[in-house]
């Protein structure tokens, strides 16, 4: 069983001055539910490298378990400072693919290319594929085999526009991802803010925010052992 992670290259919070990257939780969880279900894992990212992590996900408060683990553990932390270049993977070397969030891939990963390909290519064999928190939000211009954006008609999640709120970045993110769903026809879901949420509509898997990021690794795994 081989499992694809990719994460965002980008740093800047839009103009605000601010740092942002993946979120670290969204990263660890996912990652030991893989290892420990005995996957082989590769990291990727656009810049390849070690990715840019949100500051405020290193902070005190959203500190987990599996979050200490990941900093205990220093195989975990010379992968991830290692990750491959985006376009040197392929869709045919692995099971399924995951996308942590944090803000960054609103930036770089909804606008690539190359991710946008793997996406579809991932869609297109039959293979299951997995987004938390913002990482829902590089579906924005994947389509399906139709020409159709892959959401329409689909049940996804991603983050709320009332956690967006609660963060104080509705006006800094360039887009909303429940507004982007629903105006591409997904039939978009949510639960409470904050709380786990995740949603299986055949092979796609989203979750809503951090704390579902585990949910979401736990289903994929289902899916391709």
């Known amino acids: 069983m081989k499992i694809l992670m990719v994460l965002t290259s980008h740093s800047e919070l839009g103009n605000t001055g601010k740092k942002t990257g993946f979120w670290l939780e969204e990263f660890a969880a996912p990652y030991y539910v893989f290892k420990d279900a005995g996957a082989e ?15 405020k996900s290193d902070l005190a408060d959203f500190q987990t378990e599996l979050t200490h683990r990941f900093k205990a553990d220093p195989a975990a932390q010379k992968a ?12 045919e070397d692995f099971d399924t693919v995951f996308y942590p969030g944090g803000h960054g ?4 990963l909804a606008e690539s290319q190359r991710s946008i390909s793997l996406i579809e290519s991932f ?64 039939d978009y879901q949510k639960g409470p803010d904050w709380a786990p949420f995740v949603i299986e509509d055949g092979k796609l898997i989203t979750g809503q925010n951090p704390a579902s990021s585990e949910g979401v690794a736990k289903a994929l795994l289902a899916m391709v052992q």
Do not use: M, Y
């Open 41 to 55: 894992v590769v990291l990727a990212s656009p810049a390849g490298g070690q990715p840019p992590l949100d500051p």
């Open 80 to 91: 991830l400072a290692s990750t491959v270049k985006l376009d040197t993977v392929n869709q």
């Open 105 to 108: 891939p609103l930036w770089d």
């Open 123 to 186: 869609e297109r064999a039959g293979k299951p594929i997995g987004f938390v928190c913002h990482a829902p939000g590089v579906l924005r211009h994947v389509k399906a085999a139709s020409g159709e954006p892959l959401v329409k008609g689909r049940r996804v999640t991603g983050f709320t526009n009332g956690e967006e709120a609660g963060v104080e970045l509705t006006d800094v993110v360039p887009f909303l991802i429940e507004d982007l769903f629903i105006a591409q026809g997904a």
